[in-house]
């Protein structure tokens, strides 16, 4: 009996990730798209908005049913809870800069009147 093996290699991942932030509730990351690839943002545990900037190449931000190109220099602001889809449309691979910004807090500071 003649049998053939055929052994299949996991793809390389589209999207790479490194974290280089976490503090006061901000959370950032540096994310790296392969070339002319399309992948799904993964979802943030955070339920605060999101800032996409593009720190070298250009992508198409799909959210929404709203296609947005965001160059180089440029950002997008996402809603909490959007998943989109980033393509990279780029001959090169494109990094991204995803920023959680953590909700606004009002402080109130304690007003001390003198001689009370």
Do not use: W, Y
């Not at 049998?3 to 790296?32: D, K, M, W």
């Not at 955070?46 to 593009?54: A, E, G, I």
């Not at 160059?71 to 809870?81: I, V």
């Amino acid at each position: 009996m003649n049998s053939i093996i055929t052994v299949l290699e996991r793809p390389s991942s589209l999207l790479q990730s490194a974290p280089v932030l976490s503090q006061n509730g901000f959370t950032c990351t540096l994310l790296t798209l392969a070339p002319d690839s399309e992948t799904s943002l993964p979802a943030s545990p955070s339920p605060d908005d999101q800032l996409l900037f593009v720190v070298e190449g250009d992508i198409a931000v799909h959210a929404d049913g709203v296609t947005t190109l965001v160059n180089q220099g440029e950002a997008r602001l996402l809603k909490p809870g959007a998943s989109p889809v980033l393509t990279a449309r780029a001959g090169r691979p494109t990094r991204v800069l995803r920023v959680e910004i953590p909700p606004r807090q009002v402080v109130t500071p304690q007003i001390i009147r003198p001689g009370a």
